[in-house]
């Protein structure tokens, strides 16, 4: 079974671009979860969606969107870029709530700079 | 809010040793993640805690649950130079099915 594929690896931008993110759940997930990883913050909630809906959102301005598709893969777009924003985004996927025991199963991630 | 509090932030030991993670969380949760990082990798799930009294061993590594304490430990047991990580412990925020709460890190270092 494959497992979370995110896209692309790496990326440089410019402050004031803005840049979208993909991210392929492991078949059959219908949760998707994003993360932002700093040396400074850790580990942050950005947003989780399931079944294209966005269910729960993290502290993260506006700038920062996602959405999800019918087939469960998602996107997160982030807006008018700031040297902030560089950092490891993460995204994870999970089943429905009744595999209970899962844990998140988290891709290996996109590395945005912004310059 | 939930807080999840991990110590020591960092932990250099020698082979062979055993030592103990801490992590404590404010609120109750269902769920208490442990996760393994790599230098420049993504998050390795390790174990999953859902009960209280929940003890779950997988190699040199003992992880456990006390939901009355709010507290989880991960134990190493005869530390080996492949152990050497970030450890995570997160724990999942109620009425979400993918919202971790993390903590800061453990960075091991595990040395000769």
């Known amino acids: 079974k494959a497992g979370v594929t995110q896209t692309p690896r790496y990326l440089i931008k410019t402050r004031g671009q803005q840049v979208t993110l993909s991210c392929s759940p492991i078949s059959g997930h219908r949760s998707v979860s994003w993360y932002q990883q700093t040396p400074g913050q850790g580990l942050q909630f950005l947003f989780e969606y399931f079944s294209e809906t966005q269910r729960n959102k993290g502290n993260f301005p506006g700038r920062f969107s996602g959405r999800q598709f019918s087939n469960s893969r998602s996107e997160m777009n982030v807006s008018t870029l700031e040297l902030g924003d560089s950092a490891l985004y993460l995204c994870?996927?999970?089943?429905?709530?009744?595999?209970?025991?899962?844990?998140?199963?988290f891709g290996n991630g996109t590395r945005l700079t912004v310059t | 809010e939930l807080k999840v509090e991990q110590n020591p932030l960092f932990l250099s030991m020698q082979e062979g040793k055993n030592y103990t993670i801490y992590c404590n969380y404010s609120t109750t949760s269902d769920r208490l993640y442990w996760y393994r990082q790599d230098p420049g990798k993504s998050l390795e799930s390790l174990f999953v805690?859902?009960?209280?009294?929940a003890v779950k061993q997988e190699g040199r590594l003992m992880a456990s649950l006390d939901t009355k304490a709010r507290l989880s430990t991960l134990h190493i047991t005869a530390a080996v130079h492949d152990l050497s990580a970030t450890y995570f412990c997160a724990v999942l925020k109620g009425g979400s099915q993918g919202n971790l709460i993390f903590g800061k890190g453990t960075k091991l270092s595990v040395k000769p």
């Open positions: 805690l859902l009960s209280n009294g």
């Open positions: 994870a996927s999970s089943g429905d709530l009744s595999s209970y025991n899962s844990p998140l199963h």
